[in-house]
């Protein structure tokens, strides 16, 4: 059961000495939110500090470095985490059993937090933020209105996904009143590419292959692929969106190799296949059309495991 947005308000304005967790692996709307939470609570005159995993090298400007901090909070606060697991593992061990409040936008959410604000129809866990901001009175400046954007705009793939409401764009338009640069953002998040980052997602869709009569398509991501490119994986995440952009495929997977040697699958859908119906097989979840379960260590197993899934559901769909 979801708290509203004023208990939510209710709950931050209580609380001080508070530390800001996020999912591992973050992406833009966990970098978003967790930056403009911190930047809020600091011109509520709270201390608090957050703890981040690798932020992926074209959203440093979302970062604000004196946000990272280390010690005894007295309050933990979560955002867009759907389920405990996927906290970094330090953080899962030292913060899991003790989170104060959870602001998330998945509708698998797993409750793990004393309190949760969960809101499946916000398009991120940035939009569930800006609720509770604004029931709040708080005044949204430039500075927490582009990690605000950055959250929306990628959780949306630059509002083109089937989350995107009206109230999305409202939400939008109000970002964009305070003045923000969204082209400027929008060009790092969207239309950027490092070369090692180019060589990278050539070297994927080499091994990229299409199953069941082409209504899915899997690519598989190694650790050595990442050595071999000279990336660092956090800057890999647009690849996930690459086997759903192909005519005809309704099941869009990536099977990436963390670095604990589990594979982790990114599932994409088209409807009416449903992403996180998938996932949920192996015990993951996310959104209706993207989600995400890990597979274990064995890459044949888990691409038989997981194909094996995909097929039921395109067969449910009437589709194979
Ligand atoms: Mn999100």
Known sequence: MSISAERAWQALSGMDNILILTHSTPDGDAI????????????????????????????????????????????VVTVDVGDKKLLQEADRLRFGDRVDLNID?????????????V????A?????????????????????AARLYTGVATDTGCFKYSN?????????????ETGIDAAGMNTLLFDTK????????RAALNGLRLCFDGKAALMVVTQQMYRDCGIDEADTQGVN????????????????????GVYHASVRTKAPVIASEICKVFGGGGHPYAAGCELGTDLQAAQEKLLAAVREALSACGLL
């Open 32 to 75: 978003g939110s967790a930056f403009a939470l911190y930047l809020a609570l600091k011109k509520m005159g709270k201390t608090v500090f957050l703890h981040t995993d690798r932020v992926p090298s074209l959203m440093a400007y979302a970062v604000v470095p004196e946000a990272y901090g280390e010690g005894e909070p007295e309050h």
């Open 105 to 117: 936008h998945h509708g698998t959410n797993v409750p793990f937090a004393k309190e949760t604000y």
């Open 119 to 122: 809101d499946p129809s916000a």
């Open 124 to 144: 991120a866990a940035a939009e569930a933020l800006y609720d509770i901001f604004t029931c709040g009175g708080l005044e949204i400046d430039r500075e927490i």
């Open 164 to 176: 995107v409401t009206p109230k999305t764009l409202r939400v939008t338009a109000a970002l964009l």
């Open 194 to 201: 490092s070369p090692a980052y180019l060589a990278f997602e």
């Open 241 to 260: 969106a690459i086997p759903r952009t192909i005519e005809g495929v309704y099941a869009g997977l990536t099977l990436k190799e963390k670095k604990n």
